[in-house]
């Protein structure tokens, strides 16, 4: 059964230095990141989490761009006309759509803030396993957040796209609205928030599950990382953290302390 639209499945890192990438998440993330780069797709690694599922793809940033970091991937069932709809909304079509050989075909998009994000109608009848909001679920997506300049514009806009509601919020004083991501009775990937008011950066952002938050954060810097955030903890007993890692590229965490 195909991933259902608006979820996420699956999570790219552009970085300039694929070795090192792959060195910092094996111990951060986990993952096992495979060692021969695919010439086929341009010299794509896949990241397994410790279960075997593939979460995600380190690439190497393609001619002429400069900025590096993390981009997420979100299901739709027709790439073409969700692209149409994105500048119906807006937004704008930075990329594509394109097929990828026996992956699907996507496009890399922006919403109406100039937030980047990708569209992804996948060719295997199976659905995507990278992100597991279940618990237990180490390596895997758990979270999924975006710090925009308009939070309201934002729900407008994906709402719109993938049938997402406000489904309720947590308070932050100052910083506002910490407001959940819903569609249905079940599903609730994640969180948005207002970029001017925190001082996040203006982007998507996502956070993987790790064993032990403290040794993740441990294994960020001794490989050239640092600690951004937190460890904080939040409802249900986990603690967060956003990490960078050597290139500047940020990622969240989320796990137990042990």
């Known amino acids: 059964m195909s991933s259902a639209e608006g979820t996420p499945v699956w999570f790219e890192l552009i970085t300039p230095d694929q070795d090192a990438a792959r060195d910092f ?44 970091g993390w981009t997420l991937y979100f299901a739709t069932a027709d790439v073409d006309a969700a692209a149409g709809r994105v500048k ?49 679920a180490l390596g895997h997506g758990v979270w999924i957040e975006l710090a925009t300049p308009d939070p309201d514009g934002a729900f407008a806009f994906y709402g719109k796209m993938f049938g997402w509601e406000k489904a309720g919020a947590m308070p932050m004083g100052e910083a506002g609205d910490y407001a959940f991501i819903g569609k249905g009775a079940d599903f609730r990937p994640g969180a948005v928030m207002s970029s001017t008011t925190t001082g996040a950066p203006a982007r998507w952002n996502w956070y993987v599950h790790v064993a032990d ?46």
């Open 213 to 258: 938050i403290d040794a993740a954060i441990a294994a960020a810097k001794a490989h050239g990382g640092a600690l951004l955030q937190g460890p904080d903890q939040i409802p249900g007993g986990d603690y967060s953290a956003n990490v960078a890692d050597a290139q500047g590229c940020q990622l969240g965490l989320v796990g137990p302390r042990k």
């Open 25 to 68: 998440y094996t111990k951060v993330a986990g993952w096992t990141v495979a060692e021969s780069a695919m010439p086929e797709h341009g010299g794509y690694r896949l990241a397994s989490a410790p279960d075997g599922a593939q979460v995600a793809g380190l690439m190497k940033p393609p001619p002429g761009l400069t900025t590096f």
């Open 88 to 136: 119906e909304l807006g937004g704008a079509v930075l990329f594509g759509p394109m097929d990828i050989p026996h992956v699907g075909r996507f496009a890399t998009v922006a919403d109406p803030q100039g937030i980047v994000f990708n569209l992804l109608t996948g060719s295997s009848p199976e659905g995507s396993h990278a992100f597991a909001a279940a618990p237990g």
